[in-house]
């Protein structure tokens, strides 16, 4: 079962990205290009997020969908607080009106999760002195002309994409900085913007219960804000620079891919402070 499982792993996900970032690799480097190695692990993370557009922009307007209907949600919860078997009926019959999938926003997740880990493991594989295995990555290439017979040149504008920051101290600590900041980005975007309450015409008992469970969520949603930028970027501080170059590409892609659908979102005020006039 398990043997079943880490060969289909291989077939669909592993192999098929390392022969693209080796090839992107042999590629560059018969032209002479420099950084060649970081570029194509660039132009890898750049394709895999094109193919995998469409299922993130799902999940983020499934988000941005269910957010619009919070208030909505938070009128059946008080309606039928003594029904869950109501409730739940009310919420599928409210979802269906509106052509919400509440499976939608986590699904695309879902199917992304062996991309990262297929291209993590490929990136990480390159550098034998890195914990890689050089000897993992020839047996899934298609082609003898694909073989690597060394570690491919890790040089990259200076840095050593092989290199670790923990290993090095301060002299790489803006690496994992920028991936941290640029995480912190992101999930600020996807948290909804700070608009006006829906309380004003409801009676003061129910308006101060759906504050409450708004202000429990947004307690929840603020702390994992700040969370996952450090964890994040505790691990680019544990992993390769090569790992972080992956990172840092599909977070600024994914920036832009939610700038272009829901806006600036939670970074909306702190945009528009930052610029002095309204952000989108």
Request: net charge positive.
């Amino acid at each position: 079962m398990f043997d079943g499982i880490i060969f289909l792993f291989n077939t669909l996900f592993f192999g098929p990205i390392v022969n693209f970032l080796v090839l992107i690799y042999k590629l560059l480097t018969l032209i002479h290009f420099p950084g060649a190695l970081g570029f194509a692990i660039i132009i890898l993370t750049v394709i895999i997020k094109f193919l995998i557009w469409p299922f993130t922009a799902a999940q983020v307007k499934s988000v941005q969908k269910m957010a619009s209907l919070k208030p909505f949600l938070d009128e059946l919860k008080l309606k039928h607080k003594d029904d869950k078997k109501a409730l739940a009926s009310a919420q599928m019959a409210l979802y269906k009106e509106h052509g919400v999938n509440p499976a939608g926003g986590c699904l695309p997740a879902l199917i992304q999760i062996p991309v990262f880990i297929a291209l993590y493991q490929a990136i990480l594989n390159v550098f034998p002195s890195s914990g890689g295995n050089l000897e993992s990555i020839n047996k899934v290439l298609y082609s003898s002309w694909l073989h690597l017979s060394s570690a491919p040149d890790p040089n990259f504008f200076g840095l050593s994409l092989a290199m670790k920051p923990s290993d090095v101290g301060l002299a790489l600590t803006g690496v994992p900085l920028v991936t941290a900041i640029l995480t912190f980005v992101q999930s600020k975007m996807m948290m909804p913007a700070k608009g006006l309450s829906h309380h004003k015409d409801e009676k003061p008992k129910e308006a101060k219960e759906k504050a409450g469970m708004e202000d429990a969520m947004a307690s929840m949603q603020g702390q994992m804000t700040y969370l996952m930028p450090i964890m994040i970027g505790y691990f680019a501080f544990q992993f390769p620079v090569g790992l972080a170059i992956y990172w840092n590409t599909f977070t600024i892609m994914g920036i832009v891919q939610q700038y272009q659908i829901a806006g600036w979102g939670g970074m909306q005020s702190l945009v528009a402070r930052i610029y002095g006039r309204k952000a989108k």
